[in-house]
């Protein structure tokens, strides 16, 4: 398979970058995009040129490392997969893909396609945890009966990764989705109910000071989210954090 | 971190905007429900009509809040697309929006702007004439004794406004359809700003906002179309 590249290429962060065209070839439909992305820069270091710097880890879908907006969606065009599980037989031969990174203003390029993602680090420490007395006498948390609806709702919200793509697929670069699955994976549970007004209220106001645009609700972030996060989340922080400002809650 | 004030955060102007939304779709479902009654009746058009423009409780108590209502929705609008505007300072070479979201749901922003555009020939064809009749040159008498000397104008001349007047009938029906494409989206979207959405009545919000968005507009445009093909 060949394939034209369109790459964004960017110094550092304060460079100015550009889309730059690569052909690659001999690439099979059974690689992984990222293992294609490895293709690529293993040609570039034999030629002498810089490789593309691009975010990766686990390459299993479970870290939310890899970061790639691709022809246009966040981690191409598969559905509910991350980049590393999108694999090059979506693509077809002689096509064009343009690779770019995550656009945000709370999400700046440090290099190529790698941006700072570290503005949702502050947003969890905002609120994002449960105070727990380590003292040796914590209750064991299987001894706290919770309905199973609300346990496995709960669940379903600690599957976000932290990815970003919901940040990266919104039009107004908003990143409720990620902050409302980070309020609920807690406030749907008994032990994260005691501070459940407080960490809504400056989970959004940190969410708010980083940049992030607003939720418009055209549920794009739902579609290519890789864990299938539901705007259900959305939804019940915004019910969350008007309850507790209207309270007054600090 | 405390609390940073209810307008200031942006679930809240979120909530706002929501809010506002549902207090214009309320007025929308009456205001073609009323015009209507022209195509109906016409004597009872200006009847209702006449009690519209001639009760103080509507004319000083709700239509300062209709307008209060219809710029705080515009200006809120404008501003949220700012702030989403400006957190995105580097667009994307491909963006595919189309991929995940509808066409209504990503351009609220220019069917906005269209409804605004269409507001101001809708002031201008009415709303400027009806203040002037009243207001400026004092013809009707309800500001004195709550009567009305000549409440029973309306008909004749919302006939007049579309009698042979092909471009204006397609401007008015242009702009119906941009708000059906703006209610489209902003019927639901304003329930889930509110935090207003379970598996058992999203789906019915959903229906009732599809609903909404066709009927109520296409309501408006039969009433244009009508005004105007019967004077041909």
């Avoid at chain 1, 992030?212 to 705007?231: D, H």
């Avoid at chain 2, 509507?58 to 705080?72: A, D, H, K, S």
């Avoid at chain 2, 702007?113 to 064809?125: C, Q």
Wanted: aromatic share 10%; glycine share 8%.
């Amino acid at each position: 398979m060949k394939l034209l590249l369109k790459i964004w290429r960017q110094d550092g962060p304060k460079e100015k970058g550009q889309m730059v065209d690569y052909n690659v070839d001999g690439i099979e439909g059974d690689m992984s995009f990222l293992e294609m992305m490895d293709i690529l820069n293993s040609q570039l270091i034999e030629k002498g040129e810089e490789p593309i710097n691009f975010d990766h880890d686990c390459r299993e879908g479970i870290c939310g490392s890899c970061s790639m907006f691709i022809n246009g969606e966040a981690h191409g065009p598969g559905r509910n997969v991350t980049t590393c599980q999108l694999h090059m037989r979506s693509f077809k031969d002689g096509e064009t893909i343009f690779i770019e990174p995550w656009r945000a203003k709370a999400f700046p390029v440090i290099k190529d396609l790698m941006v700072d993602r570290s503005a949702f680090d502050r947003i969890i420490q905002a609120g994002g945890y449960v105070s727990v007395n380590t003292s040796g006498n914590t209750q064991d948390a299987n001894s706290i009966p919770i309905p199973k609806e609300d346990a496995d709702l709960a669940f379903d919200a600690a599957t976000c990764i932290g990815c970003g793509a919901c940040v990266a697929t919104c039009k107004n670069a908003s990143a409720m989705l990620f902050t409302s699955a980070k309020v609920a994976q807690l406030s749907l549970l008994p032990q994260g109910q005691v501070e459940g007004k407080e960490r809504v209220i400056n989970m959004v106001n940190q969410m708010d000071l980083e940049g992030f645009g607003n939720c418009t609700n055209t549920g794009a972030c739902e579609v290519e989210c890789p864990k299938g996060i539901s705007l259900d989340n959305i939804a019940r922080m915004n019910r969350e954090f008007l309850s507790a400002t209207a309270k007054g809650k600090k | 971190m405390a609390s940073k004030g209810l307008l200031s955060s942006s679930i809240a102007r979120k909530f706002a905007m929501a809010l506002s939304a549902l207090f214009l779709i309320v007025f929308l479902l009456q205001h073609m429900s009323i015009n209507m009654l022209s195509v109906l009746s016409p004597d009872v058009f200006n009847e209702v009509s006449d009690f519209m423009g001639t009760n103080p409780l509507v004319q000083f108590v709700l239509q300062p809040v209709l307008i209060f209502g219809v710029c705080f929705h515009f200006i809120v609008g404008f501003i949220l697309e700012y702030k989403n505007w400006t957190s995105r300072e580097v667009k994307y070479a491909k963006y595919k929006g189309s991929a995940n979201a509808s066409w209504m749901s990503r351009n609220m922003i220019i069917s906005g702007v269209v409804i605004l555009l269409f507001l101001g020939l809708h002031f201008y064809d009415f709303w400027i004439h009806e203040i002037t009749h009243k207001f400026i040159e004092g013809k009707d008498s309800f500001i004195v004794n709550g009567e009305s000397e000549s409440g029973f104008r309306f008909y004749e001349e919302l006939r007049h406004k579309f009698a042979g007047d092909f471009p204006r009938m397609i401007l008015y029906i242009v702009s119906f359809i941009f708000l059906a494409l703006h209610l489209n989206h902003g019927f639901e979207s304003a329930w889930q700003s509110m935090g207003a959405r379970s598996k058992k009545y999203t789906p019915i919000i959903k229906k009732i906002g599809v609903a909404y968005s066709v009927l109520v507009p296409l309501g408006f445009i039969f009433i244009a179309a009508y005004h105007y093909v019967t004077q041909l």
